[in-house]
């Protein structure tokens, strides 16, 4: 693209544009550091190697929402994670590009790499940055997409990495997806994945015992499935305990609970059921803090019962 004789009127106002880019990038990196939230684009390799992803099929061309373009290949530093400028000597190339779109210039599509449900840019991550800016909300792009095991959404920032890994090895190794799809486990809890591989391990020897034979990792993975896990995600469901504590999971639950059913039958003897359990575990550790202020209101004004009182059938 020539920088010679160019329109004056476009000039100025990509000039202006990307003046305003600059001034948004650095309020959005005070105001997200205030928040103490993540600003920054994702790198692709690392994403690919913690989740896994399998090698880039290509896709052909298609029109892809900008907002889900959440990280690059290689400029990942230039850019925060709105796609606005975060260097000023991205200034020349960004310009060239925004005096193209005033101008209605073809821009070749840009090139990207899809993972999960998110895309990273390979190729064309100025003209990503001026088309948000000017507030397009579809690119047109050749895609080449990475298959994953595990979910990947927009709302994915750095400190959920670890996880994912942990999620993509637990996948792998079980085969969960394939042979149990319509039992989900989602952990959000780091290490989480890596205590439900030591839960199946453990189902994996006691089976192995009683049966007689060796159970395979797989074979045990889905036994374990259908004969703990479940179950104790049943009780979760039916008591409701879940609303308890926002934004966790079943498979969250499903490890605390197993705790702390352990800790009340050392306490209490057996005659503790998971259900019992599960009740007692959302009254002493709710999340919701005006529930937590009742609980506490009720065992020590109110005189309603202990809550370390565990009723057995």
């Known amino acids: 693209m020539s920088n010679s004789n160019p ?12 003046q305003r880019a600059r001034s948004k990038a650095l309020l959005r990196g005070v105001w997200m550091a205030l928040q103490r939230r993540p600003n920054q684009l994702l790198p692709y390799n690392e994403v690919r190697e913690k989740a896994r992803a399998g090698g880039p099929v290509y896709q052909g061309l298609q029109a892809v929402p900008i907002r889900q373009i959440v990280g690059s290949v290689n400029r990942y530093r230039d850019f925060d994670r709105a796609f606005l400028p975060a260097q000023d000597f991205t200034e020349e190339r960004w310009k060239s590009i925004g005096r193209a779109y005033y101008d209605h210039v073809y821009l070749p599509p840009v090139k990207l790499y899809k ?37 990947l959404t927009p709302d994915i920032d750095p400190d959920d990495l670890e996880v994912i890994g942990e999620q993509a090895e637990f996948m792998e190794r079980t085969r969960l997806a394939e042979t149990r799809p319509d039992i989900p486990i989602r952990a959000t809890i780091p290490g989480g994945y890596h205590l439900l591989l030591e839960h199946i391990e453990v189902h994996r020897y006691l089976q192995s015992q009683e049966w007689k034979r060796e159970f395979g990792f797989e074979e045990a993975a889905a036994q374990w499935a259908d004969q703990v896990y479940l179950p104790i995600v049943t009780v979760v469901r039916e008591t409701g305990i879940l609303d308890d504590f926002p934004g966790r999971t079943e498979a969250d639950l499903y490890l605390w609970l197993m705790d702390h059913l352990y800790f009340l039958r050392q306490r ?46």
Do not use: M
């Open 115 to 151: 993972v999960g449900d998110v895309y990273f840019v390979v190729d064309g991550n100025h003209r990503v940055s001026v088309a948000r800016q000017l507030g397009q909300e579809f690119i047109d792009a050749e895609v080449q997409e990475c298959r994953v095991s595990v979910p």
């Open 7 to 18: 329109n004056p009127i476009s000039y100025e106002r990509a000039q202006k544009a990307f």
């Open 268 to 313: 209490f003897g057996n005659r503790v059921d998971i259900r019992r359990a599960a009740r007692n575990f959302a009254q002493h550790f709710t999340e919701r803090t005006l529930k937590r202020v009742w609980n506490w209101l009720s065992y020590h004004l109110l005189g309603r019962g202990s809550a370390e009182s565990v009723p057995t059938e």
